[in-house]
């Protein structure tokens, strides 16, 4: 099974997965909202249009990727030294400003399930960040000479997908007690802030280190 990464690569990858999902960001906003104001069943709507979005996400890089290789190893290689500068610029970011969880004011009226997927679906689709993370994060799980990596990046989607599914279910369910917590507990959000930059810098540092033999 060529498409599957060497197993100290999936368990690196799965970590890393499961801290960006655990910290908060619009999609948890959204979900946590929408649980709040419409009910636990309308947010898990909206988990699985943040899903798709990422699938979507998942299959532009792994075939942009896929073609940027074969044209040019060099392109492939400043994209992931662009990447590695990216995440360090993202430990930064999260160290100056930290993570913010604010739950907007939802309106009453029930929304349908289709409505409910729509608004996760383009939260996650349109949010330049998201966009920019999928294009520098996923590139650092593959070399420029494999030849299975355009499965490897669709393989790793998918993994994306299936670990980031139940942490957003379960903030889902925890919506009430999470929003109060979350905001009343700051130093909490600091420490994910400090988790996050740590590591996602040693990504960073242990890419450019590599490129550099």
Not at 171 to 180: E, T
Request: proline share 4%; glycine share 8%; with cysteine.
């Amino acid at each position: 099974m060529d498409f599957l990464p060497s197993l100290p690569t999936l368990l690196a990858f799965a970590a890393a997965t499961l801290l960006l999902a655990a910290t908060p960001g619009p999609d948890m906003t959204l979900s946590i909202s929408r649980s709040l104001a419409q009910g636990k069943k309308a947010a898990l709507f909206v988990v699985v249009g943040t899903s798709l979005g990422i699938v979507v996400h998942t299959m532009l890089v792994a075939f942009g990727i896929s073609a940027l290789i074969t044209a040019s190893p060099t392109a492939f290689l400043i994209l992931k030294t662009g990447g590695a500068a990216y995440l360090f610029w993202l430990a930064m970011q999260a160290i100056r400003f930290g993570s913010k969880l604010t739950v907007a004011k939802v309106e009453d009226k029930r929304g349908t399930a289709l409505s409910n997927i729509s608004s996760g679906f383009w939260v996650n689709l349109l949010n330049p960040k998201v966009i920019i993370f999928f294009m520098t994060f996923l590139p650092q799980f593959v070399s420029a000479g494999d030849p299975a990596v355009t499965q490897k990046l669709l393989f790793l989607g998918l993994c994306f997908i299936l670990i980031g599914m139940p942490v957003n279910a379960a903030v889902v369910f925890a919506a009430d007690w999470l929003a109060s917590w979350l905001q009343s507990n700051r130093k909490v959000l600091r420490g994910m802030d400090y988790t996050f930059a740590g590591v996602f810098s040693i990504f960073a540092a242990k890419i450019l280190l590599t490129q550099a033999r």
